[in-house]
């Protein structure tokens, strides 16, 4: 028996202490990381309640239809995009270990996977990843355990001799046969990998997936290659939105019309391996809520005098994009032009920002949210995520966040994307991409950091109270029209270019 529950404000801890009093709950080591497990135990304490690793998934046993597995193939992240090769990356991981007195680490994140052999996969929508695990050894071998059939000779000859393709089967009992010490991730990898670990006497060291950090600094031609993705991505969303001003109006079209004909103009440029993730669009009440899918049960009309919020993003091999933009369909309300440039503020605020070195996430979230602090108000989530290139949209472990200690380092990709949420009326959120960059010196010469923008898309001049903007603001935003402007215009034509130059003259005060 199943029972939905709003998630995540209903706690697993919680749920379980209400309808039992004390017993025996099994779980799926599987499934669940060592600090999953952890976090649910201090929870369940004195409850009476034990959690018990079961070998077997009882599910598995009576789902006798499950659907076959995905049937896509690996194949290769070229040197050029990715910008160092596998063999190197491989080294410079295996020295950490050998520096660190550890034998080997045991890889369960598919991204990291992809990124250290330098492939891609076809296993997981929206995410262009190969499932399987991986051990990386101190010596800069790799054991990759995967679906042969998925990964062909061509992909394992790029990978050179120290690479090691086995079958995906073979990987539990391959634990027992490690020297130890071996690292794992107890945040990411599941429980079971620890067990059978500890039940062979392999001596374990928790520690972070080796991979997480190098990942997440990205080389200079991950990024340059970003930025041309970016490029094609910001001209699809002008053609989008160049259509969309002129359909709208018409007060024909739905939330799945609009979803639709997005990735329809990222489907024409011809080479979108797929989106990044389904498309949020949310019409007027539906925009406030912030994870919101469309469905054809719940499936608004776009009405004028409502606000629409466009949340996508698409997988393209050279960079994945992720971008919003809340929209006006005819004459705005005072109320959500005013709330509108208080997030549009806000995202200014970090986009202009200088910061000393060392400085994470946590320490820079207020400035976003301050603009709506003034009037008191705020956002339920965070400010920023970090994004991998042609990997997941949502990749860590650097955000912009309240919560994040990681320091912010060069060349790490983050979205930035206040909102503000009128629920029963409606939502914005602005979201454009940023990498971390060395700020040029200034006074005494002390190491900052900043970001460049990589996005590219207009922001919508119906919403923008420019007198609420101060001379830096304006300044920000007529810099960042005139970029969007200089780099789309050659890649548009009639319509869209008219609707560009509009989108994107310089700001009059009122």
């Known amino acids: ?46 409850s009476g309640v034990v959690l018990v690793a079961v070998p077997q998934n009882p599910v598995d046993g009576i789902w006798t239809d499950q659907p076959l597995p995905p049937v896509g193939r690996a194949f290769p992240q070229p040197e050029a995009l990715a910008g160092e090769g596998s063999a190197v990356k491989r080294q410079r991981l295996a020295e950490g270990l050998q520096a660190a007195g550890q034998a080997a680490a045991v890889l369960t994140l598919p991204d990291s996977i992809c990124w250290l052999l330098n492939f891609r996969g076809a296993d997981v929508p929206r995410n262009p990843v190969l499932q399987g695990f991986a051990v990386l050894h101190a010596d800069a071998r790799v054991d990759l355990f995967a679906d042969p059939a998925k990964v062909d000779a061509a992909v394992l000859s790029g990978l050179g ?26 945040g990411s990898a599941p429980l079971a990998v620890s067990i059978l670990l500890r039940e062979a006497g392999v001596a374990l060291v928790w520690g972070e997936d080796p991979c997480r950090l190098p990942k997440a600094r990205k080389t200079p031609a991950e ?29 024909t079209l739905t939330e799945i019309d609009v979803v639709t004909a997005l990735e329809g103009y990222r489907r024409a440029t011809g080479v979108l391996h797929d989106l990044s993730f389904d498309t949020i669009c949310g019409a007027g009440p539906n925009g406030a809520i912030i994870h919101y899918r469309v469905t054809r ?18 997988q393209y091999q050279d960079g994945t994009t992720d971008v919003t933009r809340t929209i006006a369909i005819g004459t705005p309300e005072p109320e959500a032009q005013a709330a509108y440039t208080r997030v549009l503020q806000g995202l200014i605020a ?19 949210r301050y603009p709506l602090w003034l009037e008191g108000q705020d956002y339920d989530h965070g400010t920023g995520h970090g994004v991998g290139v042609f990997l997941s949209v949502h990749e860590g472990p650097q955000r912009l966040s309240r919560l994040s200690e990681v320091p912010l380092d060069p060349g790490m990709i983050l979205s930035n994307e206040p909102g503000y949420y009128r629920e029963g009326a409606f939502g914005i959120r602005l979201e454009n991409l940023i990498v971390v960059e060395p700020a040029p010196p200034l006074g005494d010469n002390r190491v900052q950091l900043s970001f ?20 830096g603001e304006l300044a920000w935003l007529d810099a960042y029209h005139a970029e969007v402007m200089a780099k789309l215009a ?21």
């Open 1 to 46: 028996m199943f029972t939905p529950v709003p998630w995540p404000e209903t706690k697993p801890g919680d749920w379980i202490r209400e309808r039992l009093a004390a017993g025996r709950v099994g779980f799926d080591p599987w499934l669940h990381t060592a600090e999953e497990i952890e976090r649910l135990e201090a929870a369940l304490e004195g």
């Open 161 to 186: 001799d120290g690479v090691t393709l086995r079958p995906a089967g073979d990987f539990a009992a391959s634990l027992g046969q490690l020297r130890g010490p071996v690292r794992v991730d107890q």
């Open 223 to 251: 990024i340059a290659a970003t930025r041309a993705a970016h490029l094609r991505d910001g001209a699809a969303m002008v053609e989008f939105l160049c259509w969309l001003d002129g359909a709208a109006p018409g007060g």
């Open 297 to 314: 049960a719940t499936n608004r009309p776009v009405r004028a005098g409502e606000l629409l919020l466009v949340d996508s993003g698409g």
């Open 350 to 368: 970090i986009s202009r920002v200088r910061f000393p070195k060392g400085l994470a996430g946590r320490d820079l979230d207020a400035l976003a």
């Open 452 to 471: 460049e923008t990589l996005t590219l898309v207009p922001f919508d001049r119906r919403l923008i109270l420019t007198d609420a903007l101060s001379p």
């Open 490 to 510: 050659p890649r548009v034509t009639g319509a869209t270019l008219d609707w560009l130059q509009q989108a994107c003259a310089p700001t009059r005060r009122t």
